[in-house]
């Protein structure tokens, strides 16, 4: 693997992408940044969840001058939703380089648009139907940019933005660079490259595929306020030698870990707040055996080497599929089995689905413990204590004991205080996880658009000019 220092990136996003938990770069990155570092424009062809936007995001804030407070990039995207993921994603890579990224896009007020752009951002990510809004209404200058790029470009075909796409980059200035990056690429997507894209270099990188075949992949769905103490429950019932609890934030993993040690279970957290003497500290516990349960987010368990991890918990589903497959990837090494289980809100099935397709893995369905499973569970690692200590046959030295026992009081009470003794107990400590709000997902299913040779798509659907060639409003939510 290449590391992102290897790639010849500035301190600043170098200490960015360490603050985000990345060191080595994906495929898409690792093949796609020197060609765009060197001017040349670039045609990327690769599925969701393979790092595409630091691909992109990487040169593109290079190349910003931060002391102009211009818009010198722009990203169009095919949905709200990925501009704003987009967006937030830029903003990281580009924080300790002073570079701002702003997303526009239909369905937030225009005056409210109209004063953040004001406010100097030097990248914006904007979906094509709000772009163009503001280019009628000169509302944006974009007479400045020097790096175009086309996020899900055959989404935006399929949506129906294929003319749009070509209006707009008829709108910056020639001498841009344009990255255009697509999952396949269709005639149309082609066409763009060839006229309006200079000799560009193509790098196609396959979809990340699950490789670990020897994990079962589980997912529960239940409501945030349920998932401490399901987590509990599952605890108890499998008691795993060894499990990882991924949280989507630091103050998630503080609090899950609090709540975790609160009721009685042997729990440490990592994350990128921690100093590292105290990161290495908790993972030495954690391979000799001393914890049972580490809780982390993604950033502080990258590059985690950790054998005989059984179990592994995604708290939070992670926000992208590359994520989940590394996090899944700390159990069933070396030969062994291994389980992963995610919690999942409703409102979060459809990212578990787009997860799901891009690992080319169906997750089974499991329901939820209850705690008279939970109690259930505890009894019967008891018996498997009582059992393995009878295989051994070294009970001489306590029949003594037993018999003045079953002297006094009847076998099955025997047996049962035995057990009552052996059980562990849960706390009944009262624990607050604080909620967050579920993650904002791309429909993994979009309503396909009629063929886009159909001369733009039904201009009365999609906001096309009327007579007087202004914009008429669109009814898609773009």
């Known amino acids: 693997m290449t590391t992102f220092q290897e790639l010849g990136i500035s301190e600043p996003i170098l200490k960015a992408l360490n603050r985000m938990g990345f060191e080595e770069a994906t495929p898409i990155q690792a093949e796609t940044i020197p060609y765009a570092l060197e001017g040349n424009d670039v045609i990327g062809q690769a599925q969701t969840g393979t790092g595409k936007t630091a691909a992109f995001g990487i040169p593109t804030i290079e190349k910003i ?42 369905g937030q007020q225009m005056d409210r648009q109209i004063r953040a752009l004001k406010d100097g951002p030097q990248i914006v990510v904007a979906t094509p139907g709000r772009l163009l809004d503001h ?7 974009i007479s400045m940019v020097e790096v175009a790029i086309l996020d899900e470009a055959d989404e935006m075909l399929n949506m129906g933005f294929i003319d749009d796409i070509r209006e707009i980059l008829k709108s910056i200035p020639e001498n841009r660079q344009t990255l255009l990056f697509s999952a396949t690429m269709p005639k149309e997507i082609r066409d763009i490259a060839t006229h309006l894209m200079r000799q560009p270099q193509e790098v196609k990188v396959k979809a990340k595929e699950m490789t670990v075949e020897n994990i079962d992949q589980y997912f529960m769905e239940i409501p945030e306020k349920l998932k401490f103490e399901t987590l509990n429950n599952h605890l108890d019932i499998h008691s795993p030698e060894l ?12 609090e899950i870990t609090d709540g975790l040690q609160a009721r009685g279970y042997r729990a440490e957290g990592i994350h990128g707040d921690l100093s590292q003497a105290k990161r290495m500290s908790v993972l030495n516990k954690f391979k000799q055996g001393r914890i049972d349960v580490l809780v982390a987010t993604d950033v502080a368990a990258r590059g985690l080497d950790i054998s005989g991890v059984t179990h592994v918990y995604n708290f939070d589903i992670p926000q992208d599929p590359e994520s989940y497959v590394h996090r899944i990837g700390r159990t069933g090494r070396a030969g062994r089995t291994g389980e992963a289980i995610s919690f999942v809100t409703p409102r979060e099935i459809p990212h578990l689905h787009l997860i799901e397709k891009v690992i080319k893995s169906k997750m089974k369905r499991m329901m939820p413990p209850t705690y008279k499973d939970a109690q259930r569970g505890q009894q019967q690692v008891a018996v498997e204590k009582i059992e393995k200590v009878i295989a ?49 997902v791309k429909k993994a299913q979009r309503t396909k658009a009629r063929p886009s040779n159909n001369k733009r798509y039904n201009r009365s659907n999609q906001g096309g000019r009327n007579r007087k060639g202004n914009f008429q409003k669109r009814r898609r939510r773009d």
Request: aromatic fraction near 4%.
């Open 135 to 141: 280019l009628n209404r000169r509302t944006i200058n």
């Open 65 to 106: 001058d931060v002391h102009k407070k211009q818009i010198q990039a722009l990203v169009v995207a095919p949905t709200r939703e990925l501009a704003i993921q987009v967006a937030e994603e830029l903003n990281r890579l580009g924080k300790f380089k002073g570079v701002r990224a702003l997303a526009i896009f239909g």
């Open 392 to 440: 051994r046959h070294e009970l001489k030295d306590f029949h003594e004991a037993a018999n003045q026992l079953l002297h006094d009081h009847d076998s099955i009470t025997v047996i049962a205080a035995a057990l009552k003794i052996l059980t562990k107990e849960r706390r009944d400590t009262p624990v607050k996880i604080t909620a967050v709000a579920p993650i904002s």
């Open 243 to 254: 499990a990882i609890v991924f949280g989507r934030t630091k103050k998630r993993v503080d």
